[in-house]
């Protein structure tokens, strides 16, 4: 594996787990857990971006979490 | 919700869990695990032999060398070789023989998956989410204020503490929170001890709750009182959040990493630009706000904030913070190892022993048991391993990588705020810890009293605390107690030398006290919310109404009646004649150990019930270690002859000399100031005999609970009903040759609605 390669490579698996720690990547595992369970059924619609994410602070509201000290 | 079950003995672990034959193994057998683990390659002997090594030489260097110095390095070698061991044997230890995690047994972010708050999460990604939630400011305060008492008590107690307490506290209840579909330590409660113990460890909870944000909301005033540059740059993170919560609401919902670093270059801009503007006459004097109002601020600040929308302020500070903190303490850990500094204090100092030390009051036992709680045991992580955490993780077995592993990263973060602390000047350590009433505020009252101290190799001049003062870009360093002003001065003094240079100190300096501000406001607001929900949910059990949460005026009053209660805590804490913090932070500990206490006493009836008694010593030696330490520390506050120990000795001093009719008493200079002392050490001390009482009912349910276990040879469990897996992901940081071969057979096998799974 040549050095830009790996470089590259680095770079997006960095990435990554920012982006996962940060929790960026709701609204995929969303869409994705949504997909798997539903599929095509259009029944129960996938939420938009948008509105998964006014959801999601939407619940923090009534489900507040502590954070530590 | 919870159906107890109860399983015949011997088939403790067989619910049919028989796994779908299309798919690839879900779980590895225990036997394979323990197979690899067995395996000793003359290799793996090497590494363990020289991590031991490692370890033991850094012990002996710390606790029995003792030279004139002792380098930092030997610190950090110490904590991370005791931690790889730990966590290697003792947490394996616990594996195996106590809590027998079951890869085969679908977690609750699978069976309940909802794509939102179940969603199984990968296990790095994870620990990064459950170390940014349990690592706030805690850690980076207590060990600075027991640095006192010399460096090795604080440093024994955070590392062997964490190994056998903390870490295993934090397991235990991710993991039983986890078999009980993420259920809250509240509830668990109420289930293991019943009416009685889980009502004492409902109020309990609250009342911890308060006193922690008033106190941590005690230690920002007193960082950024009669400080400009501070006020400024602090007070800029909250137009900075409005604006990062509008940015991701209506501008581009989602993009988090994004608004994140604009928002963490805004941050740095408000760093640099308090630096200009406190230097300005009229930026001097808008931004130089006393104690009192800056505390009246923060409390009008906690009631808005709490009842704001979470998408406006507090999301968005959350990814701020988040993203300072896993930055920021990587990087102080790579400048503590690239400059190494030498400490110059004392392994133990006279405070240990003679309980007079002027930062906080008594003796090393139980004082320094409490003064650190977080880095070594915290109970309030308990609400977090029974809150988000369990609700995301992906397979059993990773329950010792998050929980166990994740502690000892907390950990950590102690020791390397406990080296910033050891490594400045101790007359300057002294000087800024002492309260007011010691050393008058003043240049020359600080020289006099901390000189006046007796202390080997202590000789502080004014010139050394002007110098400090202007190098950090502060009017004064005197009296800034509440370990937060310390720590940046020793962050400051330690990442100057790596980059930037004296010039830079100011900058760091105003860093780490925005990196720790940061923190607590986020835990003020978030704390707020929590108790309301709490408050709300019990008083509804009175009036229906209040179980409304969507109800404006319950949650406005709700949210009134908590933040009232913390600010009134908080408003005693700053005008105390006697210095605030050195009497309210060992209450914070108490309350925090008191949590742990609870936690753990939830986890041994847990532990009774299912008959599991050859290992109960494993959760019942740190339950009787806390409970010895906040029971003999609460009686101590409560009872004792001492004034500056305990409370109500205080308060009948300063009765009796305001019944003589006395002017001045000790450091209270006025009539009101002695009222002041009188009213604070009986609310204190009234505190501290709740805090007593709940301890000891939560104990004596849970001591019930496990003895009727024994007697009537229980083996039942309140755990969810096992689901059988359906998907595999290994457990630790490094997935093991074994696991690694079962995650080719996933991702070979065709796509057909496979979850993508990132592993290398």
Known sequence: MGVVTAVRSAAAGLAWYVKGVLGEDAYDKYRAHHESVHGADTAVPCMTAREFWRDQTDRQDVNPQGRCC | ??????????????????????????????????????????????????????????????????????????????????????????????????????????????????????????????????????????????????????????????????????????????????????????????????????????????????????????????????????????????????????????????????????????????????????????????????????????????????????????????????????????????????????????????????????????????????????????????????????????????????????????????????????????????????????????????????????????NLTPEMLTQTAKDVGEASIVSRTGGAPTLSVGLAHIMQQVAGGSGMMAFWYHFAIMFEALFILTAVDAGTRVARFMLQDSLGNFFPKFKDTSWRTGAWLTTGVMVAAWGAVLVMGVTDPLGGINTLFPLFGIANQLLAAIALAVCMAIVAKRGMFKYLWIVAVPLAFAAVVTITASILKIFSSVPSVGYFAQNAAFSKALAAGETSFGTATSVEAMEAVVRNTMVQGILSIIFVTLAVIVIFTALQATWNAWRTHSNATNEDLAVPSRIFAPSGLVATPAEKATQAEWDNRPATGTRKVRGH
């Open chain 2, 1 to 458: 919700m919870g159906a107890t079950s109860s399983i015949p003995q011997g088939a403790t672990d067989e619910p049919d869990l028989t796994q779908d034959p299309a798919l690839p193994p879900v779980a590895l057998d225990p036997t394979i695990h323990e197979a690899e683990e067995a395996r000793w390659t003359p290799l793996k002997i090497g590494i363990w032999v020289a991590i031991a090594l490692l370890g033991g030489l850094s012990w002996v260097m710390l606790a029995v060398v003792r030279g004139e110095t002792v380098n930092a390095i030997w610190f950090v070698f110490a904590a991370i070789c005791t931690y790889l061991i730990g966590y290697r044997f003792y947490s394996n230890y616990i594996q195996k023989h106590l809590l027998r995690p079951d890869d085969r047994r679908a977690t609750p972010a699978e069976y309940k998956a909802d794509g939102k708050d179940y969603a199984a999460t990968d296990r790095r990604v994870l620990f990064g989410h459950h170390f940014a939630a349990i690592a706030g400011a805690g850690p980076l305060v207590g060990p600075v204020l027991a640095a006192q008492m010399g460096y090795l008590p604080g440093t024994i107690w955070i590392i062997v503490g964490v190994v056998f307490a903390g870490a295993v506290q934090d397991y235990l209840v991710l993991f039983f929170s986890m078999r009980r579909g993420g259920r809250s330590l509240g509830q668990m409660a109420r289930d293991e001890l019943g009416r009685v113990g889980g009502t004492a460890a409902l109020i309990a909870t609250l009342t911890i709750m308060v006193i922690i944000v008033a106190i941590l909301a005690l230690v920002v005033v007193n960082a950024l009182a009669e400080s400009a540059w501070g006020v400024f740059s602090v007070g800029m993170t909250i137009p900075i959040a409005l604006f990062m919560g509008c940015y991701l609401r209506f501008f581009r919902p989602g993009k988090v990493t994004e608004i994140s670093i604009i928002g963490f270059v805004l941050l740095i801009a408000a760093i640099v630009g308090g630096g200009a503007i406190a230097g300005t006459e009229w930026g001097a004097a808008m931004f130089h706000i006393d104690k009192l109002p800056l505390a009246i601020g923060i409390i009008v600040y906690g009631f808005v904030a709490a009842i704001l929308p979470v998408w406006l302020l507090l999301a968005p500070r959350d990814y701020l913070s988040t993203f300072m903190k896993i930055g920021t303490i990587g990087m102080l850990a790579l400048a503590i190892v690239i400059v190494r500094p030498e400490i110059f204090v004392p392994a133990v100092s006279e405070f240990a022993t003679s309980g007079t030390g002027p930062v906080v009051s008594g003796q090393l036992f139980p004082f320094l048991f409490v003064t650190i709680a977080c880095g070594a045991l915290s109970g309030f992580h308990a609400l977090i391993a029974s809150g988000t955490t369990p609700k995301l993780i992906e397979k059993e077995r990773q329950t010792r990588f998050i929980g166990y592993g994740g502690m000892l990263m907390e950990s950590f973060v102690a020791i390397m705020a406990l080296v910033a602390a050891l490594s400045i000047d101790r007359g300057i350590y002294f000087a800024m810890n002492s309260s007011p009433a010691l050393t008058g505020g003043t240049v020359e009252g600080a020289v006099t009293f901390v000189n006046s101290l007796g202390l080997t190799g202590v």
